[in-house]
């Protein structure tokens, strides 16, 4: 069957576990929800249609500049959210 995709969001959903734990931000779902949304509204949506399961495997399945923005993005979301965490620190 065939399904609208966006291939910005996948990949963040694929790596924010990664990315968090890298950063030493909170990982609890609020937190990494945020970095997710923060780098979603900041980034472009590129949608494609497809049938395949996984759009993405592994880090050297993107293309260099959209790994780039990526990387960017992921910087600048785990930022905010390290220094303004919406709940005390336990
Ligand atoms: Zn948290």
């Known amino acids: 069957m065939k399904q ?9 959903r694929l790596f924010v576990d990664k990315w ?3 950063a030493d ?11 997710m949304a923060i780098m979603l509204n900041n980034m472009e949506p590129h949608y ?8 993405y495997a592994q880090m050297s399945d993107f293309d260099p500049q959209h790994k780039a923005d990526l990387m ?8 905010v959210v390290k220094n303004r965490p919406k709940h005390t620190r336990e």
Do not use: F, H, P, W
């Not at 609208?4 to 963040?12: D, F, G, I, P, S």
């Not at 494609?48 to 759009?55: E, N």
């Open 20 to 22: 968090i734990v890298e």
């Open 72 to 79: 960017t993005n992921m910087g600048l979301a785990v930022q």
């Open 48 to 55: 494609v249609v497809t049938d395949q399961g996984a759009l």
């Open 4 to 12: 609208l995709r966006n291939y910005t969001e996948e990949a963040v």
């Open 25 to 35: 931000v909170c990982q609890c779902d609020s937190c990494k929800l945020d970095v």
